[in-house]
Every structure is written in structure tokens, then in C-alpha cells.
């Protein structure tokens, strides 16, 4: 089992939702996060003011699937949540060593 964690712009969430689902993925989780990459920030106008804005919002993916549907999986999520410019995001690929369904105990495979 592998945990597919990408960070993406808030807009893109709709498209890379509809990308999973489309590929048979059952779940996933969302948060809101914030963070800057290679664009390190950026500097905004508010009521006449210039300042800069260090942490960009972001919307963190989490995907747990089975080892045959990784590179399908990163495939959907890097197209539907590409804009072809800076701040993109990122797709971190991890290992799951143990996964258990709480309701009823199933584990690993079975509890996805």
C-alpha cells in the first residue's frame, strides 16, 4: 500500500477529485494548509498598502491506495491540478506499512 499525498492550489481540488473518482478511488482526505515553494510567497495591495504574503493557501490530498493504482493515481492528480505555472505544487509518494478499518477491523488492502 502506498499513502499518494500531493499539495495543489485550492482551486484545482474540484478537478483532481473528479479525476479520482473517475479512476475508482473511494476516499480521500483534505486540508487546508499553507506553504511557498520556489514562488516564495508573494506581494499583495490591501487598501493602499503593499505587504507580503510568506505562506501561500494550499490544499493538501491524501490518498491511500493499493500498489497497482500508484502511477495511475499520480498521473490523474498531476493533470487535473496542472496550470503550467510556479506554485503548482508537489505529489509525495510514501510507503503504508499497516492500515485498519475501525468500524470493523478489516486491515490493509481490505480496509481501503
Not at 21 to 26: D, F, P, S, W, Y
Not at 52 to 64: D, R
Amino acid at each position: 500500500m502506498k499513502m499518494v499525498m500531493a499539495v495543489i492550489k485550492p482551486f484545482k481540488l474540484d478537478e483532481v477529485r473528479e479525476a479520482l473518482t473517475a479512476l475508482g478511488v473511494q476516499g480521500l482526505t483534505v486540508t487546508e494548509v499553507k506553504g511557498f515553494g520556489r514562488q516564495k510567497g508573494q506581494t499583495e495591495i490591501y487598501r493602499g498598502a503593499e505587504y507580503s504574503v510568506n505562506f501561500l493557501p494550499k490544499v493538501k490530498i491524501e490518498v491511500a491506495v493499493a500498489e497497482p493504482m500508484v502511477e495511475r493515481v499520480v498521473e490523474a492528480i498531476q493533470k487535473a491540478a496542472n496550470t503550467g505555472k510556479i506554485g503548482d505544487g508537489k505529489i509525495f509518494v510514501l510507503e503504508v506499512s499497516h492500515a485498519v478499518r475501525i468500524r470493523t477491523g478489516e486491515t490493509n488492502v481490505e480496509a481501503l
